[in-house]
C-alpha cells in the first residue's frame, strides 16, 4: 500500500515537473518570436525608409494606360474608388478610396478584410467633384513592412530623384489630371499639414506659401492661392508621430 502512495506521488511529482518545463518552453518561444518581429521594425532616428523604395515602373504614357478608364472600371465594383494615382519612377500605381470618415480604409481592404496596412485613400473632407477649384486634396498611405503602398514616397528624399520626377498622375471619373510637385519635407503631427478648413482667401495663400517653404528642396514654382493642392502623406519613423509628405499643385487635365 505504501508502495502504491509513493509511486502516486512520483507520478504527480513528474506531471508538475513536465507542465513546468512546457510552460517555460512557450514562454521562451513567445519571447524569440515577439523580439524577432521588433528587430524588424523601424527604429527611431534611423532614418532608413523600409519596403522597396527603387523599384522602377514604366510611365503609363509609355503603354498607352487610361488612368480615367481604368477608375471607372474599377469603380463599378467598388463604389468607394474615386481616382487612380500613379507616381514615377516608384511602385505607386494604385486606386484610391474614399468613405464617409477616415477609419474605413486605415486598416481595412476594399471588401472591408482587416488588414494592417489597408488601401491608400483621400480624406473624407475632401470634394473630389471639386478639382477645378483652388482647394487641398489630402491622400494617404501607409509606410509598411511587407509591400509598398507609399513607402516609395521616401526617395524624395534624394535630390537627383526630387528633381527627376516632377510629375505626378492622379486621375478621377472625371479625367486624367497631372500635378507638379514643389514640395517634400519631414514633419510630425504637430504640424497641420493636412488643413482643408479655409474661411478666406488670404488664409489659403498663407497656408500655401507655408507648405512651399518646408520643402528640403526648392523648385523655383510658383504656388499661389489660385492653385488647386495635392498633399501625399506617409508615416516617417526618423522622429516620434513623424510623416514624410510631397506636395504638388494641378498643371494639366
Not at 502516486?8 to 511529482?13: Q, R
Not at 522602377?56 to 471607372?72: A, F, H, M, Y
Not at 478639382?131 to 498611405?141: E, N, Q
Not at 513607402?151 to 520626377?165: E, Q, R
Amino acid at each position: 500500500m505504501e508502495f502504491e502512495v509513493n509511486n502516486d506521488k512520483k507520478k504527480k511529482i513528474i506531471i508538475i515537473i513536465a507542465i513546468i518545463v512546457g510552460i517555460i518552453l512557450i514562454t521562451a518561444g513567445c519571447i524569440f518570436y515577439f523580439n524577432s518581429k521588433t528587430d524588424n521594425k523601424p527604429n527611431l532616428g534611423e532614418d532608413v525608409p523600409i519596403g522597396d523604395v527603387n523599384a522602377e515602373v514604366i510611365e503609363s504614357t509609355d503603354q498607352g494606360r487610361n488612368l480615367q478608364d481604368e477608375i471607372k472600371e474599377l469603380n463599378k465594383t467598388y463604389s468607394d474608388a474615386i481616382g487612380w494615382l500613379k507616381v514615377p519612377g516608384t511602385v505607386i500605381d494604385t486606386a484610391i478610396f474614399q468613405s464617409k470618415d477616415n477609419d474605413r480604409y486605415l486598416r481595412n481592404d476594399r471588401d472591408n478584410n482587416n488588414t494592417m496596412w489597408g488601401e491608400t485613400f483621400l480624406d473624407y473632407r475632401c470634394d473630389i467633384n471639386k478639382m477645378d477649384k483652388a482647394t487641398h486634396f489630402i491622400i494617404y498611405g501607409h509606410n509598411t513592412e511587407t509591400d509598398d503602398h507609399f513607402t516609395p514616397l521616401l526617395n524624395y528624399k534624394k535630390k537627383d530623384f526630387f528633381d527627376a520626377h516632377q510629375i505626378i498622375e492622379f486621375s478621377t471619373l472625371k479625367g486624367n489630371f497631372k500635378w507638379q510637385v514643389f514640395s517634400a519635407y519631414v514633419t510630425d503631427t504637430d504640424f497641420f499639414y493636412i488643413d482643408t478648413n479655409f474661411e478666406t482667401v488670404d488664409e489659403f495663400k498663407e497656408f500655401v506659401s507655408t507648405l512651399k517653404s518646408k520643402s528640403i528642396y526648392d523648385t523655383n514654382q510658383s504656388v499661389s492661392e489660385e492653385d488647386t493642392i495635392l498633399t501625399l502623406s506617409t508615416c516617417d519613423y526618423s522622429r516620434t508621430n513623424g510623416r514624410f509628405v510631397v506636395q504638388c499643385k494641378l498643371v494639366s487635365n
